[in-house]
């Protein structure tokens, strides 16, 4: 069953500036989306026109098939939890929970076996007695999570809930955010710039940029199936490396061609390349993620010198330059790679990306029709 439908959603400021365009999605019931983007990119504002809190300039909104595009967010039937915890400061922890359970006019007994069991499933049970002074950052993150929880909407609405904690917490937090959805099997929108975070929680996850759509898909299909050069280098970290090359057929070999190197290119590559003549003067870039480029023992693709080495206790991060670009790759902890030591690198060539340099679009192979 679809949980929420945005079709169209659209938000402008002013005449001319629009903080979300054109914005269509469908979530499954239960589904854990990820909004992910960069600062300005809108999904922040999307959020806030699916909550109430936005007016919508065009589309509609669905939440279980109801048009909620107009309603006040008291009637749309959802929970939301901001960055900055929003908890009531005046109030206990066992009060901040129950708040909204007596506004639904529950009994006292109802509202108490509410409280403690998702102050059980959010481990501050300890705390329900204590103040929001006298908790810490992720104490409090989680008295916002349990409140959200104990009304049961039909929507969770998240916006970087995680972003006012610690590094080490964050990751700590992101874990026990997807074990409670596991447990409670709630719908929820979460809204987040980082990266890893979307990686490690999200069902699927919306990538937008200048307020619009630019990929949805599974965290494996966003990461290895970059729609365009904005997701392969928004997506990784270390970013994926952009080598532009030249191609050209010669005697019926597709050649590929770059300042410090040239090579035949594989068979696969070749036909994408034959399918999808990149644009303007030809030039594509090869998008390669660090961990598919490989230091080998013997000349591969191509020779260089090591420009920094970053230890990183699991493995090393190898930087060279080529042309002027400094490109990394992710290497195994052993053996120990030295600054300025020559280095033979391969390409893993069914994790090679190519994209048209002009456009910023994937070339890929296209479907043979039977």
Not at 127 to 138: I, T, V
Not at 280 to 307: F, Q
Not at 310 to 325: K, R, Y
Request: glycine share 6%; aromatic share 8%; hydrophobic share 40%.
């Amino acid at each position: 069953m679809i949980a929420l439908q945005l079709e169209g959603l659209s938000k402008r400021y002013g005449t001319k500036v629009w903080g979300a365009k054109d914005v269509n999605l469908q979530v499954s019931e239960q589904e854990f989306i990820v909004f992910l983007g960069p600062s300005g990119c809108g999904k922040t504002t999307t959020l806030r026109m699916i909550a109430g809190l936005e007016e919508v300039t065009e589309g509609r909104i669905l939440i279980h098939g109801k048009e909620v595009t107009d309603l006040p967010p008291r009637s749309r039937d959802i929970s939301m939890v901001f960055q900055s915890y929003a908890v009531w400061p005046h109030m206990t922890v066992f009060e901040n929970i129950a708040f909204p359970l007596k506004l639904k006019k529950l009994t006292k007994e109802q509202i108490a076996d509410t409280v403690h069991a998702v102050s059980d499933m959010t481990n501050i049970s300890p705390y329900l007695e204590r103040y929001p002074r006298q908790l810490s950052g992720g104490q409090r993150q989680r008295v916002a999570l349990a409140r959200a929880i104990a009304v049961k909407p039909k929507l969770f609405l998240m916006d970087e809930p995680l972003s006012n904690l610690d590094a080490k917490l964050r990751v700590r937090m992101r874990t026990e955010l997807k074990a409670i959805h596991h447990r409670t099997q709630a719908t929820t929108v979460f809204v987040t710039h980082d990266q890893a975070e979307a990686m490690s929680m999200a069902d699927r996850i919306v990538i937008m940029e200048n307020g619009k759509i630019i990929q949805i898909g599974t965290p494996d299909q966003v990461y290895f199936d970059s729609a365009n050069v904005f997701v392969a280098g928004f997506i990784g970290t270390p970013p994926t490396n952009f080598i532009p090359v030249d191609w050209r057929m010669e005697n019926g070999t597709t050649r590929l061609l770059h300042p410090d190197f040239q090579f035949d290119a594989p068979d696969a590559l070749a036909r994408i390349l034959q399918q999808n003549p990149p644009s303007g003067d030809g030039k594509i870039l090869l998008g390669i993620r660090p961990e598919s480029m490989k230091i080998v023992d013997n000349p591969a693709v191509l020779s260089t010198s090591t420009l920094v080495v970053e230890p990183q206790g699991s493995h090393q991060i190898v930087a060279f330059e080529l042309q002027g670009q400094i490109l990394k790759i992710l290497a195994p902890p052993f053996p120990k790679v030295r600054e300025g030591q020559t280095i033979h690198v391969d390409f893993e060539w069914n994790r090679v990306m190519l994209f048209d340099e002009n456009s910023g679009l994937r070339l890929k192979e296209k479907e043979v029709k039977a």
